[in-house]
């Protein structure tokens, strides 16, 4: 567990950053999940018998950004050949959409329909935490959309810069029995303590990091949020 603290103009916010399923950046480490292969995962959810299957039931369906379908189902099946263990599987599938989808900031918005995205091949976090969800829902494991943010490291010999800690998503699946496994595809690795979440939902739609409305006479007024994610010793 790790404390993190988030700055923004005229306002400061401690928060607390904990996973449910503590992993490093090796999977190999993780041998509690490693056992169990993907098809009966999928059969434990599809069961009903989980203690997480109430909350479980509306991150396995579609939602209006991450909607299950046959193209992301093929994409998906390429990472979850008949037998795999689950864990591979997740990993496999995060290495890919990091290989396969350029990170390209401005090429896509909010708006961008995920099958846009995937015809482009690059978008940006949102986009390729979307695309994840689609993946795994559409092989049957339920998968939610984290918004939250990222510490950065610095180059050796660089000092740290205020405000580079911009908001970040990324991917968790369900692991019957174990409990929710996140992943970002944007930077290929699993969830770990430099990670602050701060909602999760169904997809961006259900967490966006900044919400609502801004009254004011000027033309040119615009809105400027910088965050910065500093480590509490």
Not at 1 to 18: C, D, G, K
Not at 122 to 131: E, I, K, S, T
Not at 212 to 224: P, S
Request: charge should be negative; charged fraction near 20%.
């Amino acid at each position: 567990m790790s404390y993190f603290e988030i700055h923004e103009p005229h306002r400061e916010l401690t928060v607390t950053a904990q996973s449910v399923v503590e992993i490093t950046d090796s999977a190999s480490e993780v041998t509690l999940l490693s056992g169990r292969n993907w098809e009966d995962a999928v059969a434990a959810v599809a069961s009903g018998s989980l203690p997480e299957h109430l909350e479980a039931t509306q991150f396995v369906v579609g939602s209006p950004l991450a909607a299950p379908g046959d193209r992301y189902r093929a994409y998906a099946l390429e990472s979850f050949p008949e037998g795999r263990p689950l864990l591979e599987c997740i990993e496999s599938l995060c290495a890919r959409i990091h290989a396969d989808f350029r990170y390209k900031p401005g090429s896509t918005s909010v708006a961008t329909p995920l099958a846009q995205v995937f015809r482009r091949r690059c978008g940006v976090c949102q986009d390729f935490a979307h695309l994840g969800i689609a993946c795994l829902r559409s092989v049957g494991l339920p998968a939610r959309y984290v918004s939250g943010y990222l510490e950065t490291r610095p180059a050796p010999g660089r000092p740290k810069l205020t405000g580079v800690d911009g908001s970040h998503a990324w991917f968790s699946v369900l692991v019957p029995g174990a409990g929710w496994l996140d992943v970002d595809p944007t930077n290929d690795q699993f969830v770990n303590d430099r990670y602050v979440v701060t909602a999760y939902g169904r997809d961006y739609k259900d967490v966006p990091p900044l919400g609502g409305v801004i009254y004011t006479e000027g033309k040119t007024e615009e809105l400027r949020v910088a965050v910065d994610v500093v480590p509490i010793d």
